[in-house]
C-alpha cells in the first residue's frame, strides 16, 4: 500500500509539473482601427500574424500590420501599413463581390509576388494580398470590410480581414 501511495503521489507531481504547451492561432478573422491610446505615450492596437492577436505599437514586439486614415485625399484612404522598413505587401487581386474573393481566398494554395509594396494602399472590401515579415514569413488575408467615416471629429478607420499565417517561410498555404 505504502509503494503505491508513492508511485502515485510521483505520478501527481510528474503531471502537475508539465507545462501546457500555448497554441497559437496561424488563422482567423480579426478587426483592427486607428483609435488612439494614451499611457505614457501615444499607441494603437495592429495585428501580429505570428502571436495571432492584437499588440499594441508600443509592445515588443510590435505588431505586423496597423491602420492607417490618409487624409491627403478626399474622400479619405485607408491603409495598412508595415511596422518594419521593408516592402510588405502583394496586392494579389480584388473582386466583384464577397463570394468571389472568399473562392479565391480559399483556393490560394501558393503564390509568386513579382513586386512588393510599402503599404497596402488603398485597402477596400474583396481585396486579398501577402504579407511578408521581416523574418521572410508569409501571411495571405482577405479584407472582409472597412469603415472609413469620422467620428467624434476626428478620421476613424477600421479593417476586418480574414487570414491565413504560413511560418514556416514557404509560399504554400495549408
Given at each position: 500500500m505504502k509503494?503505491?501511495?508513492?508511485?502515485?503521489l510521483a505520478f501527481v507531481i510528474t503531471l502537475s509539473s508539465c507545462e501546457?504547451?500555448?497554441k497559437v492561432r496561424t488563422s482567423g478573422t480579426d478587426t483592427i482601427?486607428?483609435?488612439t491610446y494614451q499611457s505614457t505615450t501615444y499607441y494603437v492596437y495592429g495585428f501580429s500574424f505570428s502571436q495571432g492577436k492584437?499588440?499594441?505599437t508600443i509592445g515588443q514586439p510590435g505588431p505586423?500590420?496597423?491602420?492607417y486614415v490618409n487624409k491627403d485625399n478626399t474622400p479619405f484612404r485607408l491603409t495598412l501599413q508595415a511596422n518594419n522598413l521593408n516592402p510588405s505587401f502583394y496586392k494579389v487581386g480584388d473582386y466583384p463581390d464577397e463570394n468571389s474573393a472568399k473562392a479565391?481566398?480559399?483556393n490560394l494554395k501558393t503564390f509568386t509576388a513579382t513586386r512588393w509594396t510599402d503599404m497596402a494602399?488603398?485597402?477596400a472590401a474583396n481585396q486579398i494580398w501577402i504579407y511578408r515579415s521581416n523574418e521572410d514569413?508569409?501571411?495571405?488575408?482577405r479584407i472582409v470590410s472597412t469603415v472609413n467615416e469620422i467620428r467624434q471629429t476626428l478620421a476613424y478607420g477600421e479593417c476586418t480581414f480574414q487570414w491565413v499565417y504560413q511560418p514556416d517561410g514557404t509560399t504554400t498555404f495549408p
Open positions: 509503494r503505491l501511495s508513492i508511485i502515485l501546457e504547451e500555448v482601427d486607428n483609435t492584437l499588440v499594441s505586423d500590420i496597423i491602420v479565391a481566398f480559399d494602399d488603398p485597402i514569413t508569409y501571411t495571405k488575408f
